[in-house]
């Protein structure tokens, strides 16, 4: 009985086609690198958002609404992961750039008061989506609040701030 072939074993992995939604640059991603150094590639977001958008997709206002009154949703990004159709390019037509955000956010808040008021036409108390949600903190995990870099140039909290900093 002849043996099987060995299948030599590919050191370099090259990352799956699997796309993710970024929460902090409100777009789609794909890994265009490997596992281990990732590059991502925010260019996908405008084909994903046709090959989805043309799909039909049931019951978007009964599901927004209870994404937002879930007590784990807690910013619009997490709106946005549903309702990608919100989704704004910037001027160039780019997709996660600082300019895209600010419009996305713009779009997101409006259509949450349009939700809204649709409620309450269909006779149910307006709820306020928008102040339900809080915009998601943009900075690197690794970058400090202003805040705490007052604070630790030397700068005295108020005395109703100092609990702000007693973890820290």
Known sequence: MPR???KTKNTKKKATERILFDKKKLAFKVNTGTKKKPIWDYKVTARVLKERLSTERRNLTYRTVKLVMDDKTDTFADVMKLRFDWLIPDSNGDFGTD???EVTLANC???L???DAEL?????QSVGLVDRLVEEDRRTSNEKSLSTKLFELGLKPL??????FDGE
């Open 159 to 164: 005395d109703s701030q100092l609990n702000l």
């Open 99 to 101: 300019e895209a955000i």
């Open 109 to 111: 808040k409006k259509e």
């Open 113 to 115: 008061d349009l939700l």
């Open 4 to 6: 099987a072939k060995k």
């Open 120 to 124: 309450n036409e269909l006779g149910f």
